[in-house]
């Protein structure tokens, strides 16, 4: 059955040599001064391209900046050599390279005022939160970029794999993040980069030992696996808990804005002309805003509303388009 999906997976006439995937994914082994040039040259700049794409909001700079990016090329080297059970120096080049591009990102974070918003700028807010999908859509990557280099006939798909597994943008945003003290998006857009990270490791790391390169190496070289699997493991425990949480949480947060909105719609249902334009959560606050030609109702019906609906203790907040703002009241006192 193994032999089946091998087969179907990568046959054997379009199947690249262990010789030739270890001479483009070790920079370590053949002309490495050449290698380690091409290498940090190329991530130097599009971590400078992904910073200008990340400030300046630009999807398209941003694209960019992952087709070139070289970072994906070390972390499938540290899958091949798990699975061949040794040492590449892989793993220093990827911890290297990701200081390198976070410390890209806090310097281009200086050009920031210091009342900038992080979460208005897209780049910057899709980075921030990642969820469960995001793990999902990555493990997929992961298994699609180890067969596109293990295949002598798709390698134009690469350009395609670096755009969906997002690396360096990642690590520019924690950078920008961390210039700006905002740690604790920091740290979302570095669960991002880990959870990428892992996929494309887990993904090279089973498609490499389906194909059987581990059983081309020196057995007398070999080291145990254990180790290997065992932190992978908890990467992957370290890495899937926290985007199931957020994921839940953003669910949850879902479901308590439409239900304050279907509250503020029926609390404005008496007042003529009177609308609710959006409905938003932020710093554990819900903000509700309305457009009304008139006063608005009192706001301790719509508190009386919301009970129930939403958990007790989250404050509400209402914004009209007057640019009045009024504080509401807690929900559930």
């Known amino acids: 059955m193994l032999s089946r999906v091998r087969a179907l997976i990568l046959p054997t006439s379009q199947r ?15 002309d490495t001064r050449s290698k380690r040039s091409a290498f940090w040259t190329m991530l ?15 999807t398209a700079t ?42 890209v990102g806090v310097v281009f ?32 990557t992961g298994f699609a970029g180890a067969v596109a280099l293990a295949r002598r006939d798709v390698g134009a798909v690469l350009p395609g794999v670096a755009i969906a597994i997002s690396l360096v943008p990642p690590l520019v945003v924690v950078g920008v993040c961390l210039g700006h003290l905002a740690g604790w998006l920091a740290l979302g857009a570095l669960v991002l980069f880990v ?7 887990f993904g090279g790391m089973m498609i490499f ?22 932190a992978l493991g908890l990467l992957f425990v370290v890495v899937f808990v926290p985007l199931t949480a957020n994921t839940a949480l953003t669910l949850l947060i879902d479901v308590w804005t439409s239900r304050t909105k279907d509250a503020a719609e029926q609390w404005l249902a008496q007042s003529p002309g009177a609308s609710v334009t959006s ?28 009970e ?25 006192d």
């Open 209 to 230: 030992g389906a194909l059987s390169y581990d059983a081309q190496h020196d057995q007398a070289t070999e080291r145990p696996a254990r180790r290997a699997y065992a």
């Open 279 to 306: 409905v938003q959560a932020a710093s554990r606050t819900m903000q509700i805003h309305v457009r009304s030609p008139e006063d608005l109702p009192p706001v301790q019906s719509l508190l009386d509303r919301l």
């Open 44 to 58: 130097t700049l599009s971590s400078v391209i992904a910073a200008g794409g990340v400030l300046t909001d630009s």
């Open 16 to 30: 690249r040599s262990l010789d030739e995937l270890a001479h483009d994914l070790d920079l370590s082994s053949g």
């Open 308 to 332: 129930g609906r939403i958990p007790n203790g989250i404050p509400i907040v209402v914004d009209t388009q007057r640019g009045r703002r009024i504080d509401a009241g807690t929900v559930g």
């Open 62 to 103: 941003v694209i960019g900046a992952m087709i070139i990016a070289p970072l994906s090329t070390p972390i499938m080297g540290i899958a091949l050599g798990s699975v061949q059970r040794r040492r590449t120096g892989s793993a220093k080049v990827v911890l290297a390279a990701c200081t390198l591009v976070i410390a």
């Open 109 to 140: 974070s200086l050009v920031l005022p210091g009342n900038y918003d992080l979460l208005s700028n897209s780049q910057i807010a899709s980075r921030t939160s990642p969820g469960l999908m995001d793990l999902i859509a990555a493990l997929a």
């Open 195 to 201: 959870s990428n990270f892992f996929a494309l490791i």
